[in-house]
């Protein structure tokens, strides 16, 4: 997640060395301009994404930042009956209701309990079991990891909670995923990540049984650096701690709790220093007309994680990571700036309207702000817009989310296909 929290609670590095190493529809005013994505080879998906009108998720309202429609993390969706629930995070999960993604409203903070509503959580992703119990996955970032008290640096790790009334209160169930607590870099140049383990999606495999996980390793040792993919048994989800493992070496044979990762897309250049470039923040759900699993991710091109675009991956069998093609670009570093402002691009510069945006900023003097740094385009997902289609699952066309708003619809192309 980044965001800059309040402090609340940690208790993990004393025993080791550190620093070692709402209106939630609008219409789009601009027109976006993207091409066609060139799949990696004819054997291969390709998608097309087009201008379609501008859905702001309801998000969260951060007034010291004049925020209404904070996105800061994946968003995930699940059904109840007619009504489909979302949940947005800033520091803390906030819900929203209503009978389609565009139509959703009755904003309410969750209840996480006495303890963790004090903590940095975000509810990254979410699975509705057939009995009912609405099982999800939390982003926790603890403080007090580099000599101070500070929110960040920060060492992410990942918790597994559910709920029995369709995500308004939950019980935690226990930390599932972490790295070696001992693995961190106090002298990183990030502004966030010391090491740890985050910015994940989970989803259940089609025969039910395990839930795979897909998240960043923000790890001090470069092996070890990327997106990597832990899995939990479906039959432990009740009682999950120590029970997931992590895909390393070729096997799913390392604890999934401060175990080594093999990472899926490994880090090409070093995330602690200047330059860091490595795919990160994956959103993954299942396609129904392709019939595969698909995944698009974040690609940083330092170690702010400034990108310069995104990217898209298919695989056929979660079980096998090895089996994810070559992630291809599908929006390049102009569509991204295109598609999540609210506001024009000229001469290289964002006009916004004052108070909307909270990057580097100069007054205009009519009313805007320039913005001498861009949008992000963090955090991309599919979500399918079909009765019963989530963050999840998805057909052939769903929209393109990137920070919780979407100007593009996107269409997904069998092998082969012709766009229409």
């Known amino acids: 997640m980044r965001w800059v929290a309040q402090i609340g609670a940690a208790v993990i590095l004393g025993i080791c060395f550190v620093g070692i190493s709402l209106s939630p529809r609008f219409m789009a005013?601009?027109?976006?301009?993207?091409?066609?994505?060139?799949?990696?080879?004819?054997?291969?998906?390709?998608?097309?994404?087009?201008?379609?009108?501008?859905?702001?998720?309801?998000?969260?309202?951060?007034?010291?930042?004049?925020?209404?429609?904070?996105?800061?993390?994946?968003?995930?969706?699940?059904?109840?009956?007619d009504t489909l629930y979302l949940f947005n995070n800033a520091g803390h999960p906030w819900r929203t209701s209503g009978p389609d993604i565009e139509h959703l409203g009755g904003r309410i903070s969750v209840d996480l309990g006495v303890q963790n509503n004090k903590m940095n959580?975000?509810?990254?992703?979410?699975?509705?079991?057939?009995?009912?119990?609405?099982?999800?996955?939390?982003?926790?970032?603890?403080?007090?990891?580099?000599?101070?008290n500070q929110h960040i640096l920060t060492a992410p790790r990942i918790g597994w909670l559910r709920s029995h009334d369709?995500?308004?209160?939950?019980?935690?169930?226990?930390?599932?995923?972490?790295?070696?607590?001992?693995?961190?870099?106090?002298?990183?140049?990030?502004?966030?990540?010391?090491?740890?383990?985050?910015?994940?999606?989970?989803?259940?495999?089609?025969?039910?049984?395990?839930?795979?996980?897909?998240?960043?390793?923000?790890?001090?040792?470069?092996?070890?650096q990327g997106v990597f993919v832990a899995r939990l048994s479906y039959a432990d989800r009740a009682n999950p701690p120590g029970k997931a493992r992590k895909w390393y070496l070729g096997e799913w044979n390392e604890p999934a709790l401060w175990g080594h990762v093999t990472p899926v897309f490994p880090a090409q250049r070093d995330y602690h220093k200047p330059?860091?470039?490595?795919?990160?923040?994956?959103?993954?759900?299942?396609?129904?007309?392709?019939?595969?699993?698909?995944?698009?991710?974040?690609?940083?091109?330092?170690?702010?994680l400034n990108e310069d675009?995104?990217?898209?991956?298919?695989?056929?069998?979660?079980?096998?990571?090895?089996?994810?093609?070559?992630?291809?670009?599908?929006?390049?570093?102009?569509?991204?700036?295109?598609?999540?402002?609210?506001?024009?691009?000229v001469d290289g510069m964002l006009l916004i309207p004052r108070g909307v945006y909270y990057g580097e900023l100069r007054p205009a003097g009519d009313g805007t702000v320039i913005a001498d740094t861009l949008s992000s385009g963090w955090y991309p997902q599919v979500i399918g817009t079909g009765k019963g289609e989530t963050d999840k699952l998805c057909g052939r066309r769903g929209r393109f989310f990137m920070t919780g708003m979407s100007r593009l619809e996107i269409t997904f192309l069998k092998p082969g296909e012709k766009a229409e």
């Open 29 to 81: 005013t601009a027109q976006v301009k993207q091409p066609i994505a060139l799949p990696q080879d004819s054997a291969l998906p390709s998608v097309v994404l087009r201008p379609a009108p501008f859905i702001q998720m309801p998000g969260v309202e951060v007034p010291e930042r004049s925020l209404d429609h904070e996105a800061d993390s994946n968003n995930p969706l699940h059904w109840d009956g």
């Open 309 to 345: 675009g995104i990217y898209i991956t298919y695989n056929r069998d979660l079980e096998n990571p090895g089996g994810w093609s070559k992630p291809v670009m599908i929006l390049n570093r102009d569509g991204i700036l295109q598609a999540t402002t609210l506001g024009k691009v």
């Open 121 to 148: 959580l975000w509810i990254e992703s979410t699975w509705k079991d057939d009995d009912g119990v609405l099982y999800g996955a939390y982003h926790y970032e603890p403080d007090t990891i580099c000599f101070s």
């Open 166 to 224: 369709n995500g308004a209160t939950w019980e935690d169930l226990g930390f599932i995923i972490s790295a070696d607590p001992c693995a961190i870099n106090c002298q990183t140049h990030s502004p966030w990540d010391s090491g740890g383990t985050g910015d994940f999606a989970f989803i259940l495999d089609r025969k039910k049984e395990y839930f795979y996980f897909y998240g960043t390793s923000y790890d001090p040792r470069f092996e070890e």
């Open 275 to 304: 330059d860091g470039c490595m795919f990160w923040g994956p959103a993954i759900h299942w396609n129904t007309y392709l019939n595969m699993y698909v995944m698009v991710l974040n690609h940083a091109r330092d170690t702010k």
